[in-house]
């Protein structure tokens, strides 16, 4: 394994030169590709271009940007003269860019556009150190002016490939140099986390923890030379930098797209990619389109598709028991199985097969012909998806981590997944489940996940008080996320303890899996359940407005404005049938966990409000923003 991030894009690079490495959107709607020559060398002129303007081994260097195909070539320049950057994305808000570039005391910053020049130069009085920033788009001339009247200078990506060239022109193998300086334990970025549970953390991450999670990774999802990727998330956040090192790690290539329904559908058709990471909000966004187009279609196609959708779930149930694909926490009796279920499973394998030719091919074929595997990561993946997919024959593997870890802990391979597992621990990473106490337990108790291993970060950047309350001295990091651990050592999820909610009676309630239950509920498109210190839960429930919409049509319901109707009887009678049917004892819900109250919300979530870059729920933020709604559920 190379020592470094620059290094092992080189290999790739120089092994592949004529492959592409990356596929940009043109005006017109099609691709360009970028060979892995042309990468390794834009990248090393935009090293060089840096060196010129004064950078230095260490220096931290902003870039704000959001995922397309100068950000990696401006990554790898960065990191070749082992300098560091800072990344965030284009929806930073103007109070996170003051906190973190202040913080960080950069004073070059890589930026977009305009939008984040403008935000910039408004809080230039807050960073003093700040003398230059370079662009990818060239920016307003009102900005221009006003960042001359700032004393910034203001540079274009490519003048300073131009200077690069100049550059390593006069000073012959100064970057290759460089390069070889650099070693594992260096630090490549650090990168500030998203928020939900507070102010941003400035993580340092090495060259090491990125690099460890490359030998086992390139196993559990792989990918030909030349194979295609397709690429939706921020590139700023720790999960999409990784698979764009693993894409670059197996001589992959780049696809950037948005996520977006159309757009993301119209790309896997023109790009026939083979691997798709994301949210589980993507994939669930998919699995609500499809539901509701069929819906939509109603009659016998719609009643043929519920039909046979029940036929592929029930029958990878019973697969996945027979051939020991679902988590398991104690003897699951196999011989007593199969006599039990061999009958039904063979009986149900041709009535799934003719629902496949019928309508489950014709589902594969939106996501091209090349199409082998989605990663699901960032947060929790809801079950009735995961089900969905995995019925319909479309493999999505969900994966787990955190900005401190690099990020990936566990995933589950792509060859032979567990079905509500997250995996085991990659080569490299050790994981313990501890009790409250710090007391480790054994397989099949739920405790606190604890991580050791090569992805660990360095630390947090100029907080080591917080570092050492994260990090034990024998090196375990402290997750904060409750898990327990399967007989075969596959890791499963239960929740948050910073979520946990303790209700009067002290009973301690995990809001997650009753949020992931509501959602599966056609009709709700985010739920929050609350209840801290109170006597019972409630929920902020998010509509999904089209589905309500299309349920008033079909029973002949009249309104005069959408928001009156929500407060309507009729609408308050459906969601509290709703609620009820996801959470009851049947579901495996206990009766404190029941929904006592609910408000319905006017609008969606929103990236930057309520959501994070990766679409977590930031649940302090909801506590300011829906108090009046939030008490009145406990009034």
Not at 85 to 111: H, M, N, W
Not at 378 to 385: E, M, N, S
Not at 440 to 460: A, F, I, P, S
Not at 550 to 572: H, I, K, P, R
Request: glycine residues 8%; proline residues 4%; hydrophobic residues 40%.
């Amino acid at each position: 394994m190379e020592q470094t991030l620059p290094r092992m894009i080189r290999k790739t690079a120089l092994a592949y030169s004529d492959l592409p490495a990356q596929y940009s959107r043109l005006s017109s709607g099609d691709f360009q590709p970028c060979t892995y020559k042309e990468l390794f060398e834009n990248a090393m002129n935009f090293a060089g271009g840096l060196l010129s303007t004064g950078v230095k081994r260490g220096d931290l260097i902003g870039l704000i940007s959001d995922n397309r195909q100068e950000w990696e070539q401006s990554d790898i320049g960065i990191l070749a003269i082992g300098a560091i950057d800072v990344p965030r994305g284009c929806d930073a808000t103007i109070k996170d860019l003051q906190y973190i570039l202040s913080f960080t005391e950069c004073k070059l910053v890589i930026v977009e556009n305009t939008s984040q020049i403008k935000k910039i130069l408004s809080i230039k009085s807050d960073l003093p150190k700040l003398e230059r920033l370079i662009y990818f788009d060239k920016p307003a001339q009102a900005e221009a002016d006003e960042a001359e009247k700032q004393n910034i200078e203001l540079l274009s990506f490519d003048s300073i490939l131009q200077k690069g060239i100049s550059f390593r022109n006069e000073n012959p193998n100064i970057i290759e140099t460089e390069i070889e300086k650099g070693s594992w334990d260096d630090t490549a970025a650090i990168i500030f986390t998203s928020g939900t549970t507070g102010k941003p953390k400035g993580v340092m991450l090495s060259h090491g923890n990125f690099l460890t999670q490359l030998d086992e990774l390139q196993e559990r999802i792989y990918l030909n030379p030349g194979d295609r990727a397709l690429c939706v998330l921020p590139i700023w956040h720790v999960f999409q930098r990784l698979c764009e090192y693993v894409i670059l790690f197996q001589a992959g290539a780049i696809c950037y797209s948005k996520p977006i329904g159309s757009i993301l559908l119209a790309d896997f058709q023109k790009l026939n990619p083979h691997l798709i990471p994301a949210v589980p909000r993507i994939f669930e966004a998919v699995y609500d389109g499809i539901t509701r187009k069929m819906r939509k279609t109603g009659g016998i196609v719609y009643t043929l598709f519920k039909f046979f959708t029940s036929v592929a779930i029930l029958h990878s149930r019973i697969d996945r028991r027979l051939f020991r694909k679902e988590a398991r926490f104690s003897n699951d009796y196999l011989a007593l199985q199969w006599i039990i279920f061999v009958i039904p499973w063979l009986l149900l394998y041709p009535v799934k097969l003719l629902g496949s030719g019928l309508f489950f091919s014709k589902i594969k074929a939106m996501l091209g012909r090349n199409f082998r595997v989605g990663i699901a990561g960032g947060a929790a993946y809801p079950k009735a998806v995961d089900e969905f997919f995995w019925a319909i024959g479309i493999n999505i593997v969900e994966g787990y981590g955190m900005t401190e870890t690099a990020p990936v802990v566990a995933v589950r391979p792509t060859a032979c997944p567990v079905f509500r597992t997250i995996g085991s621990a990659i080569r490299g990473v050790q994981v313990r489940i501890v009790d409250h106490n710090g007391m480790v337990l054994g397989r099949c108790q739920k405790g606190v996940l604890q991580v050791k291993g090569g992805t660990v970060m360095k630390g947090y950047y100029k907080n080591e008080e917080l570092t050492k309350k994260t990090i034990t001295p024998d090196g375990w990091l402290d997750t904060g996320d409750i898990a327990i651990m399967t007989l075969n050592d596959e890791l499963q999820l239960r929740g948050r303890i910073k979520d946990t909610i303790v209700l009067r009676g002290g009973e301690n309630v995990e809001p997650l899996p009753i949020e992931m239950k509501l959602t599966e509920s056609r009709f709700i498109t985010s739920a929050v359940v609350v209840g801290q210190d109170q006597k019972y839960l409630g929920a902020l429930i998010v509509p999904n407005q089209q589905e309500v919409k299309d349920w008033a049509q079909e029973n002949g319901l009249q309104y005069d404005t959408f928001e009156n109707f929500m407060l309507s009887e009729n609408v308050q009678k459906l969601f509290e049938e709703e609620i009820a049917n996801a959470v009851n004892a049947q579901n495996g819900f206990r009766m404190f966990e029941k929904i006592n109250n609910f408000v319905l919300l006017k609008k969606e979530f929103e990236v930057g409000i309520e959501l994070s870059a990766k679409q977590e729920i930031m649940r302090y933020r909801l506590n300011e923003i829906y108090e009046k709604e939030i008490e009145s559920l406990f009034d």
